[in-house]
């Protein structure tokens, strides 16, 4: 059964090396970390230069990725062998690619560790990655689901000794989305310019990431369910002003996530925060906000906001959309919620 991100994480820092690695998944961001660990602690840094050797499959092939690994180390206890991009190897056809990696995972070089970094998916049935597993390690990094976002990014920041607030939470995932690399790196720019003791608010985020403390997504939902007409049309017109920075198709995915949960307090029997925040997997601080929606939109309207959602995103795709514009499927949008 493959390793998850942290668990083989937590092993490599402890030095628990295993011979072999396979790190696969859609996920770049801990398929990246997990090389940078090995990297960091398998070879000592003076040795480095002789017993580290790291390759991109689109520039190599596996008979030479096997000659580093049987070596032996120059006067070390072991080399790293660590192939990035693996799935883009040359040299065989795929058979006898596959076979020729089992061969080496069921008799690996002790004194080497072979790490193949795989961002594609693969089938852990497959004999040479049950050799893998068997002798070493097999990790995937699976793309994180949405709803898990806002906790990853507040454990990210508590793992780094700072607090955030939960509206910076909501400003970074839902600007930034589902991209852990850029995550860290805006969170990483943050962390570098705060003061000691300082914690991270939406007015960092608006400073250091570009994101408007007004203008953002998280605010347009917001206008939205409290029904602020003007607050609404008026975030709308701005993001229909600047359509590079507001892209109209992510936006439409928070809305339906928004709505839809929206939907599930309708038919929740425990309205009260602690029911509703593990039912719609929000922090307990945005209850408020669907409870509001509720109060404010019937679950017939939700229903037909719902419906509109889907039409705005075939629009977007072409579907009906005639000659309007994004700007124009937006304010069209705003106008059929509020109305």
């Known amino acids: 059964m493959a390793l998850t991100p942290e668990a083989a994480l937590k092993e490599i820092r402890a030095k628990q090396i295993k011979p072999v690695y396979f790190i696969y998944g859609d996920e770049p961001y801990y398929i990246d970390l997990l090389a940078d660990e090995l990297e960091a602690k398998v070879v000592p840094e003076a040795e480095k230069g002789f017993n580290?050797?790291?390759?991109?499959g689109k520039d190599s092939d596996l008979p030479t990725v096997l000659s580093y690994a049987k070596r032996y180390p120059f006067m070390?206890?072991?080399q790293l062998v660590l192939v990035k991009e693996a799935h883009k190897l040359g040299g065989f056809e795929q058979k006898d690619q596959l076979a020729r990696l089992e061969d080496y995972a069921q008799n690996p070089l002790g004194s080497t560790v072979l790490v193949l970094c795989y961002p594609d998916k693969a089938d852990e049935r497959r004999t040479?990655?049950?050799a893998f597993n068997k002798v070493g390690a097999v990790v995937q990094s699976k793309r994180m689901y949405d709803n898990k976002l806002p906790d990853w990014v507040t454990n990210y920041c508590h793992t780094h000794g700072v607090k955030i607030s939960p509206k910076a939470v909501q400003m970074l995932v839902n600007n930034i989305g589902n991209d852990l690399k850029r995550l860290v790196s805006e969170i990483q720019k943050i962390l570098i310019n705060l003061k000691a003791?300082?914690?991270?608010?939406?007015e960092l985020i608006e400073r250091y990431v570009g994101i408007s403390k007004e203008?953002?997504?998280f605010e347009f939902q917001k206008a939205l369910a409290m029904r602020d007409v003007q607050k609404s049309?008026?975030?709308a017109s701005y993001f229909a002003a600047n359509p590079k920075d507001n892209p109209l198709a992510p936006m439409l995915i928070i809305l339906y996530n928004f709505f839809s949960k929206v939907?599930?307090?309708h038919a929740a029997t425990d309205r009260s925060e602690g029911g509703l925040a593990p039912l719609l997997g929000v922090n307990p601080f945005f209850v408020k906000d669907y409870t509001q929606a509720a109060r404010n939109y019937p679950v017939a309207k939700v229903a037909h906001i719902i419906h509109m959602i889907r039409r705005t995103d075939a629009q977007t795709k072409g579907v009906?959309?005639?000659s309007t514009s994004d700007g124009e499927a937006l304010k069209e949008f705003v106008f059929a919620v509020l109305h």
Not at 52 to 56: E, M, T
Not at 197 to 202: K, L, Q, S, V
């Open 215 to 217: 203008y953002n997504v």
């Open 128 to 130: 040479h990655i049950k």
């Open 320 to 322: 009906d959309a005639g």
């Open 197 to 202: 003791g300082e914690g991270i608010d939406a």
């Open 52 to 56: 580290q050797f790291v390759i991109y």
């Open 233 to 235: 049309n008026r975030i």
């Open 263 to 265: 939907l599930q307090t």
């Open 76 to 78: 070390s206890e072991r």
